[in-house]
C-alpha cells in the first residue's frame, strides 16, 4: 500500500507565509514527479506546481514568484512554501505522486487527502 499525507494547512492572514509537506510511504520502488493541486468551492482543481525527480519544476502563471516546490527524495517527501498570500490562493491544497510499488511494472499517481488554507484578515 501507498499512502501520501499532507500537513501544514492553516490559517494565515493575506501577505502571510506557509509551508505544506507531503510525505509518501508504503512498498515505493521509486518517486517520479511529484505535484501540489489545489482546489477551491469557486474552481476546478488545478495544478499548482510540479518537481521531476531531478528537480525540474513548473508553476501556475497564478504562483509564479510567490511559492516555491521543493522535494527530498531520501524521504519521498515534497515541500510547497507559499509566500506573499492572497485571498485567492485560499483553497484544499493536495498532493499527487507518479510511482512505481515494488513488484509493479507501470506508474500510478497517487493522492493524498489534502491539507486546508484559508486565507483571512
Known amino acids: 500500500q501507498v499512502q501520501l499525507v499532507e500537513s501544514g494547512g492553516g490559517w494565515v492572514q493575506p501577505g502571510g507565509s506557509l509551508r505544506l509537506s507531503c510525505a509518501a510511504s508504503g512498498d515505493i520502488y521509486t518517486v517520479y514527479t511529484m505535484n501540489w493541486y489545489r482546489q477551491s468551492p469557486e474552481k476546478q482543481r488545478e495544478l499548482v506546481a510540479s518537481?521531476?525527480?531531478?528537480?525540474?519544476?513548473n508553476y501556475a502563471d497564478s504562483v509564479k514568484g510567490r511559492f516555491t516546490i521543493s522535494r527530498d527524495n531520501a524521504k519521498n517527501t515534497v515541500y510547497l512554501q507559499m509566500n506573499s498570500l492572497k485571498p485567492e490562493d485560499a483553497a484544499v491544497y493536495y498532493c499527487?505522486?507518479?510511482?512505481?510499488?515494488?513488484?509493479?511494472?507501470?506508474?500510478?499517481?497517487?493522492w493524498g487527502k489534502g491539507t486546508m488554507v484559508t486565507i483571512s484578515s
Open positions: 518537481i521531476t525527480s531531478i528537480g525540474n519544476t
Open positions: 499527487n505522486a507518479e510511482l512505481m510499488r515494488y513488484g509493479d511494472f507501470g506508474v500510478t499517481h497517487y
